[in-house]
């Protein structure tokens, strides 16, 4: 438990810190380039994530729960996969970049998608090491790494914009990142240098197991990126660019933990499961429950403090994020209470019950934010966001009572102080959330 909480607390710290330097860098980028600019690169990162997330293989979840985690050839050839995805990944993004440049009217991703294809080439060199790190809770060092490289990146960005005053530094900012961070892990963990290998058995457990993560990322790509795809063609640059904004300072609580909850719970679940011992079911409740209220009340603070926060923080250019934030907050909280239950599946080696959840979620919220666009304007689809999650709760029901993880107490707990909570901040912005709805809807 010690050590749980020890590496909890430095993917807070890393995450924390991380988003934080996002932020500054974000404040004065938004001084230094415009609106349109964070539209353009909201839709460069839909091509470069979807990419991404269509083709993951499930690689760092296969060595977190594998009992060949540690084993050299389980790692080397984990990682000729990872490489291999990366160059590939790398001339997809040339490939998508003239159909893209196309659908959403915007010629200059011709020019940026290839560039940042870059970084999806280069991360695809990263050692197997930080997942190592991961699956023994020992992240210390890995932290202190990501944070720099992120500097790096950020530092470039800024002296990019100062120079070029254009999206290019925003792409060849996260290109260096990237370097940056192979760089210092290669250089900065402890551990063997990977190198090419393919063993057969360790090939097919890594296919096996990842075939269910592969379609789960890629339904994924619906969840997290499928908003931003879908009012790309539906608003213009300069609006979209607003929203990312406000979706940027809305998702952090429940960015935060998700990046806590995939690093920590599947080696909690794996090493004790509850039906090991009957102290492991409460050991369980206490950690989800410490987990979910820490997020939560981040979630309700943005919820009330959101358009104070954006009018303190940008320009009257980006008045509108601050009720965004509000809605986005709330229709964020269910996705937040029941973080914690799919990782279950994945510590168990049943990645397709994860990927059923994962299919069900992104399939009900893509249907319900196109209707919500196309009916009622932005507003409409930042409620579709908490309608899907609420109407995909009985799958992950199923899913945590298949495993043995499911509290309905703490969900029930949760929702209701949400919804009181939750009401009190609409009331208290509904000014500001009703000049949006007329505005946008």
Known sequence: MARVLRSASWLVI????????????????????????????ALVSVVTVGLSLFSDVGVGPSIAQSKRGDDPDFLNTAWSIQVTRGGLLWALTGLVAWPMAQFYMAPELLVYLPIAGITLFISGFNPT?????????????????????????????????????????????????????????????PGATNRFRWEKAAAKELIHFGKWIFLSTAFWFATSQGDRAILGKFVSLDVLGVYNIGYFLASFPMLLGHAVNQRLMIPVYRDKPVQAAPENRRKQRLLRSGLTAGILSLVWLMAWAGPGLVELLYDDRYVAAGPMVVLISLSLAPAVIGMTYDQAALAAGNSRAFFIFTASRAILQTVFFL???????????????????????????????????????????????????????????????????????
């Open 371 to 441: 209707i919500g666009v196309a009916l009622f304007g932005l507003p409409g689809g930042i409620a579709a966001l908490g309608l899907s999650m609420l109407t995909a709760y009985p799958v992950l029901i199923w899913l945590a009572r298949k495993h043995q993880v499911w509290d309905m107490a703490h969900d029930l707990g949760f929702a209701g102080l949400t919804c009181a909570i939750g009401t009190g901040a609409v009331w208290y912005h509904h000014q500001e959330i009703a000049l949006l709805i007329k505005t946008l809807g």
């Open 129 to 189: 090491r930080i997942e190592t790190a991961h699956r023994h809770l020992l992240v210390g060092r890995l932290t202190a790494l990501d944070l720099a490289s992120q500097v790096i990146g950020i530092g470039s960005m800024i002296l990019l914009a100062l120079a070029t005053q254009s999206v290019l530094a925003l792409v060849l900012g996260g290109v260096i990142q990237a370097a940056a961070k192979l760089a210092l892990t290669h250089f900065g963990l």
């Open 14 to 41: 890393g995450y924390g810190g991380s988003q934080a330097l996002r932020l500054a860098a974000n404040l004065v980028l938004t001084r230094l380039l415009f609106p349109e600019a964070f539209g353009l690169m």
